[in-house]
């Protein structure tokens, strides 16, 4: 996905950044960070998300993990 803007509904894999008591922080193969809302993960691993909304002005998206 490097280059491209994520949208709705696409399936990507990210590395989890950082792991909060609200969910994940990622970030994707084309450096755009997101939040994984009550996910759980370990920091440093690659997990697989579906993109739920992206938000093109601040470069940010919300995502839930793909079983």
């Keep these: 996905m ?10 990507v894999d990210v590395l989890v950044k950082s792991a909060k008591p609200f969910g ?13 809302r009550g996910g759980s993960a370990a920091v440093g691993a690659t997990v ?3 993109v739920i909304e992206f938000d093109a002005a601040e470069s940010r998206f919300s995502a839930m993990l793909v079983d």
Excluded: F, I, N, P
């Design 2 to 11: 490097t280059g491209t803007l994520l949208k709705a509904g696409d399936e």
């Design 24 to 36: 994940l922080l990622v970030e994707s193969d084309s450096g755009v960070h997101g939040l994984v």
């Design 48 to 50: 697989r998300v579906r």
